[in-house]
C-alpha cells in the first residue's frame, strides 16, 4: 500500500477548502474561491503563498512563459482551483506540469462548481 504524502498537511488545507464550500456552496467564479481561500487559510494559519509566477527552463534556458498556480502550500504543495461542473484531464495535467516545474511531490486540485459537495483529486508526482 503506497503511503499517503503530507496527510496532515493536506488535511488542514482540504478542511480550509471545505469551509470555504459550506459558506458560498458552488455557483462563484473561481476568482471568488481564490480570495475566499486566500482569507480562510489565512484565517486557519495554514502558511500559503497566493499565485506566485513559477520560472520554467528548457535545456538549461529560463523561458519566458510563466506558471501561476493559485497557492503553494507549505513550501511545498500546490494547490489549483477549479469552478466548473467537473474536471478533466487538462486540469489534471496542469497541476502534474506544475509539479514537474516546482519538483513539488503533492498537488490538490480542487473544484468548487460540483454540487453537491467540493470535487478534490490528490496528484502525486
Known amino acids: 500500500m503506497a503511503e499517503i504524502i503530507f496527510p496532515d498537511e493536506s488535511y488542514r ?3 480550509a477548502c471545505f469551509e470555504v464550500y459550506k459558506e458560498l ?9 481564490q ?3 486566500e482569507i480562510e ?13 513559477l520560472a520554467l527552463s528548457y535545456k538549461g534556458q529560463v523561458l519566458k512563459p510563466v506558471y501561476v498556480p493559485d497557492f503553494v502550500c507549505y513550501g511545498k504543495i ?7 461542473k467537473a474536471l478533466d484531464g487538462v486540469h489534471r495535467a496542469q497541476v502534474h506540469n506544475y509539479l514537474k516545474a516546482t519538483r513539488y511531490k503533492l498537488g490538490l ?8 459537495k467540493v470535487e478534490y483529486e490528490r496528484i502525486v508526482l
Do not use: W
Not at 25 to 33: I, P, Q, R, S
Not at 109 to 116: A, I, M, R, S
Open 78 to 84: 500546490v494547490v489549483e482551483l477549479k469552478a466548473v
Open 109 to 116: 486540485l480542487v473544484n468548487f462548481g460540483h454540487d453537491p
Open 41 to 53: 487559510l489565512a484565517l486557519q494559519a495554514v502558511p500559503f503563498r497566493a499565485q506566485t509566477e
Open 25 to 33: 456552496g458552488c455557483g462563484f467564479l473561481e476568482a471568488v474561491y
Open 13 to 15: 488545507i482540504m478542511g
Open 35 to 37: 480570495e475566499s481561500l
